[in-house]
């Protein structure tokens, strides 16, 4: 079994949301509908960023910081 990698390039929002399900208040909070999307298994955190046109970098802050909340 592989650890996930919140720097993984190629790791999808399913298996963020799946791992660390402290972000999906994240993604809430920035109105994205990734929650729940059918698409979410496909999209990574650079697709969702391009898309709901957020800095990625700034987005993975508060990603790291949702995660580290919890931990």
């Keep these: 079994m592989t650890i996930a990698n919140l720097e993984n390039p190629d790791l999808t ?3 963020v949301m799946k791992t660390w399900p402290q ?3 994240v993604f ?3 109105k994205m509908l990734c ?3 059918l698409v979410n298994p496909f999209h990574t ?3 969702a960023c391009a898309e709901y046109d957020l ?3 700034s987005f ?3 990603l790291r910081a949702a995660i580290n909340v919890a931990d």
């Design 13 to 15: 929002l399913d298996e």
């Design 23 to 25: 972000t999906v208040g």
């Design 28 to 30: 809430l909070h920035h």
């Design 35 to 37: 929650v729940g999307c």
């Design 45 to 47: 955190i650079a697709d």
């Design 55 to 57: 800095d990625e970098e």
């Design 60 to 62: 993975r802050v508060e």
